[in-house]
Structures are given as C-alpha cells and as structure tokens.
C-alpha cells in the first residue's frame, strides 16, 4: 500500500495560520485484475493537530471547511485590496480638489527652494569642430508644496507621468543646451513622488546636447571645462532659488562605466551658482563643470612622428654627393610636398580658428626644416656653379695670353731669318713638331712668361674645366647644424607644453 499526502496551506489576515494535512491511503487489487476492474480503497483519514484517524466523513466535511475558509479568504483580501485602493483615489482626488497648478507654492509668499542633482548615465561624444558635447542624465528636482500634504496609509504616493501635468513643477531650462530630448518610449521615463509632508520628487530621463566653448591654443595638449547651465525659464530669484541636494561635492554623479568618449579622459567635474542679471530680473543659474583632459595617442601617430621623420628624411639629403642633382632635388621637392599634405590634415579635425595651436607651431617649423633644406642644396648648387664658371674665365684668359705670347715669338724668328729661304722653310717646318711637344718645352729663361705645361695639344691645363668633386663647405656645417638645432626645438617644444597646465577653467570660458 502507498499513502497519498495532500497538504492545504490556509492563510487568514490574522495571525493564526491554520494548516490542515491529509493523508490517504489506498489499497489496490492484485494486477491481475483487469485495468477497468480495479478499485481503491480510501482507508482513512488524518489532520494535523489530531493524532488519530479519521473516517471518510469526517474527511469531506474537512475538506468542505477548507474550500469554504479559501473562498472566504480571498474574498476578504480582495475587499482590503479595493478599500485601499479606494482610499489612495480619495487622497489624490482630496489634494487636487482646489488646486491651482498655475501657481507656484507660497505664491506671494516665501521663496520656493527647488533643490536639485544630476546623475549621468552616458557621456559623450564631445565635437571639437561644433565646439558641443553629449550626454545621457537622470535629472532630479525636489520642491515642498504645502498643498499636496496628505495623512493615510501610507508615507509616499508613487506616482507615473500622468499626475505631472496636473500640479504646479519648476520651468526648469537649459541655458547652453542645444537640443534636450525627453525620452517617451515606452512611455515617458518620469518619476513622480509625494511624501505626506508635501515633499515632491519629480526625476526625468534626458539627452542634452550642450555648447562646450573651447580656446584651442594648447591643442592638442589642451584641457576644457564643458558647462552645463540650468535656472528658471520665468521666475526671478525673488521667487524660485536653486540649491545642490547633495551639497556641492556629491550632487553630480558621473560613473567610471558611464563615460564613453575617444578623444578625452573625464577628470572630474565641479559646480558652482551663479546670479544672471537681465531686463527682467535676476536669475539663479545652476553651473556644472566637466573637466576633460584630451588624449594625444591620435595625434602622435598621425602628425607628429610622421612630421619629425619628415624632416629626418630632408635632412638625409646633406651625405648625398652634390654633383647628384636630381636625387638631391627629389628629397627636397617630396618631403616639402609631404609636409603640406600632414598639415592640410591636421586641420580637418579643428575648427576653423583665426589663432595658431601648438600643433600648427610645431607643423610650421618642422616645414622650415624641410624647406631649409632645399634652399641648402640650392645655395650648394649655386656656388658650385659659380666656382666652376670662374675657373673656366681663368682658364680662358690664360689660353688667351698664351696664344699672344707665342705669335710673337714666332714673328721675331721669322723676321731675324728672311734673308735665308732656307732657314725659313727650316723654321716654318719646325714649327708644328714644337707645338706638339710643347708640354715638354720651357719658355726662355730671359723672357716675362710663365712656365707654362700642357696636357693636351693646343691647350694649357687651366684651360681645360676642372671637375670639382668631393663634400661642399655648406653641406658639412648642415650635417651638425640642423640635426641639433631641430634636436633643440624638440626638447623645449615638450618640455614647455608637457609641464605646463593646459586646462582650461570655468572662469576663463
């Protein structure tokens, strides 16, 4: 035999809890019965709390009991539940009843103290061209309304969206926002509170695209302080003030997972409150800074390392041989080209701005290097041509002197000899071997011309173009000038901008 058990849990308002346990038994004919023919028999019957069996009777009468005290039981739950809710119904119709949501509270009376603080959910993207960033905030604002004080059951209405429009709630604006969006999906992300002191908790799920002004003379080392400014749309600070909630260190909550930007590191925020004067009145403005700090690894990779090795490049050229114009021309022509390009690019990302950064200062002299080295190979050249065209004039007037200096030796020998036809022709025969040989000859001792050698027939050595090889004057001083000169640009370049403080501070935006 196998016993059945059966428990029923039977829960009353009270604080008696009655539980009622059932166990069956059964007795089954052998197997050998047909399926159809079976049949089980219900020995007995046990309830907890009496210890002895019960017969079949008693048993339906227990469980007539159960069923009747289940039924009476949800129906006493279901009356409380419609009692409360019929009383929370009545609270809220008692609090509107009257109620002008036209008027702040006090109206014509003290001050309203709207205390409020932000906790940011996503942060960024941050566009240095738009000079504006963006970022996801739960925004929470509490206010006391006299009138909304309540006594009943409970300590605190929670509320959705629909009792919003029906009560009085700051005009609360974003004075550097852009564009704010309230989100609505599924339905609008608003929570909305009353506590029986008249306290309200009003919070709203916002996306605020703000300004962010940014003096972008240090970039790309450069610091912002983005602000995020909210007040009153139509009240002075006559009659609505704003307050931190949280006191100025903890009314701003920015999670370390919240903050999703590229370019930047988030360092901190600080806040601070403001009175706006205008034609209609004084304002209380609520200011938060974001303090943000940008990240060079971007700009070392694209800008400058492939500026400096550029200009190492320009400066390769000096060991090249200088008669080796047009490989020498090829550096100078392609690293200037090179140098225009990286600077064109590195102004895609920055707004058009009338002053130079630190990135275009070190652009432009790593440019001056480039294109100092091309002028170098020029004023090379030059000078190499020069020198080669004044030894080709001397040359020149000493092949000139020359052939004076011989016609006249000629016409003397030639003279002292006509009276003989014989030794004429001996001398006008003579003439040409002499001419030949005339490297091996030497002038008369007696006469003013120089000693005078020829290498080749007709023409004195300094006749002929010398070819000036070998490494120009100006070449070795630029192989140890310029290497250490761009070597100290570079230290005082970083040193500068790496130690000094490059954020920007709210009071200077």
Sequence with gaps: MMPYSIIVNVRHPGPAVKLF????????????????????KIASCKCKGLNTEVPL???????????????????????????HSENITRILDRLLDGYDNRLRPGFGGPVTEVKTDIYVTSFGPVSDVDMEYTMDVFFRQTWIDKRLKFDGPIEILRLNNLMVNKIWTPDTFFRNGKMSIAHNMTTPNKLFRIMQNGTILYTMRLTINAACPMRLVNFPMDGHACPLKFGSYAYPRSEIIYTWKKGPSYSVEV?????????????????????????????????V?????????????????????????SQVSFWINKES????TVFGITTVLTMTTLSISARHSLPKVS???????????CFAFVFSALIE??????????????????????????????????????VSHSDSNSNLKKRFNSMAPQKESAANVEPDPNSNVPPISYSAPGLPPSAQPQSHTGTSKIDQY????????????????????????????????
């Design 21 to 40: 346990s059932f166990k069956l038994r059964r007795s089954v004919e052998p197997r050998q019965q047909p399926r159809n023919k079976r049949r089980v």
């Design 57 to 83: 009777t008693l048993m339906l009468i227990c469980i007539y009991s159960i069923g009747d005290t289940l039924i009476n039981s949800s129906s006493n739950q279901d009356k409380e539940v419609r009692v």
């Design 255 to 287: 999670p370390d997972e919240s903050s999703s930007l590229l370019q930047y590191d988030l360092v901190g925020q600080t806040v601070s409150s403001e009175t706006m004067k205008s034609n209609t009145g004084e304002y209380i403005v609520m200011t």
């Design 289 to 313: 800074y974001f303090h943000l700090k940008r990240k060079m690894g971007y700009f070392m990779i694209q800008t400058y390392i492939p500026c400096i090795m550029t200009v190492i490049l």
């Design 325 to 328: 114009v047009p490989a020498r």
């Design 355 to 365: 002053y130079a950064t630190a990135m275009d200062w070190f652009i432009a002299v």
């Design 377 to 414: 190979f020029a004023a090379v050249n030059y000078f190499t041509n020069l020198q080669a065209q004044k030894a080709l004039k001397k040359a020149t007037q000493t092949t000139a002197l020359l052939s004076a200096v011989t016609g006249v030796l000629e016409s003397e020998e030639i």
């Design 478 to 509: 630029a192989r140890i000038l310029f290497p250490l000169s761009f070597g100290a640009f570079n230290l005082v370049y970083w040193i500068v901008y790496l130690s000094k403080d490059t954020m920007e501070m709210g009071s200077n935006i």
